[in-house]
């Protein structure tokens, strides 16, 4: 598969491997995640979208006997898991307002709602994170338990800014790296109070 933005002029080409020509893919499958050659996650988006119609078919199934803790376990065990799965990557792309919808959907399902009533506040009663926030905080926990792989600014320069403990974005103008996790993760850290920063900071070691 030859990764390529989609701006940018794609000159197709051979690989040779053991006196065979490879065969030139526009996704693939890997680890769980379908690729596609511009890292768009539009085809893995579309590849989740049946596993989550099937969990919100179960959900509506069951709804009717079981109490709220019950579909609560459901939600975490079935959909939750296949939301989650790889969101670091996908979480902030296009694709996932189409993840979004079906999430309203089961939450409507779970408390008996119409499909036009706002679920704002059954997130909330629930204690369940809508796409975004389960998105940031999987992108911050990544940050953490990743320390090692970051710099924070006070060790790129010895002035003492206010940013100083912040992380140190390095520099790029490629829109596909800026929306990725690593460089995404280092923007929502850098938007925390200072006084998480230095919690995070404490209990990770950076370099």
């Known amino acids: 598969m030859h990764f390529t933005t989609k701006n940018n002029f794609f000159s197709n080409f051979d690989i040779i491997y053991k006196d065979k020509k490879l065969t030139t893919v526009d996704s693939i499958k890997f680890l769980g995640l379908t690729l596609d050659n511009s890292l768009s996650w539009r085809k893995h988006t579309e590849a989740i979208?049946?596993?989550l119609r099937a969990a919100t078919f179960a959900m509506r199934i069951v709804r009717s006997f079981l109490s709220l803790d019950s579909l609560k376990l459901i939600y975490y065990s079935y959909f939750h898991s296949i939301l989650t799965y790889g969101i670091i990557f996908w979480g902030n792309t296009h694709c996932s307002n189409d993840i979004l919808k079906m999430q309203k959907s089961i939450i409507r399902i779970m408390v008996q709602i119409r499909n036009r009533d706002s679920c704002r506040e059954y997130f909330k009663n629930l204690k369940?994170?809508?796409?975004?926030?389960?998105?940031?905080?999987?992108l911050l926990?990544?940050?953490?338990?990743?320390?090692?792989?970051?710099?924070?600014?006070?060790e790129i320069h010895s002035f003492n800014t206010k940013n100083k403990s912040n992380l140190h974005p390095p520099p790029s103008k490629l829109t596909v790296f800026q929306r990725g996790s690593y460089y995404s993760g280092i923007k929502a850290f850098n938007n925390l109070s200072t006084y998480v920063k230095n919690l995070l900071?404490?209990?990770k070691q950076f370099k």
Not at 128 to 138: D, N, R, T
Not at 141 to 154: C, I, M, Q, R
Request: charged letters at 15%; aromatic letters at 12%; glycine letters at 4%.
């Open 201 to 203: 900071q404490s209990k």
């Open 128 to 138: 369940i994170l809508p796409l975004q926030s389960q998105y940031l905080l999987s």
């Open 49 to 51: 979208v049946p596993k």
């Open 141 to 154: 926990l990544f940050v953490a338990d990743n320390g090692e792989y970051f710099s924070l600014n006070s």
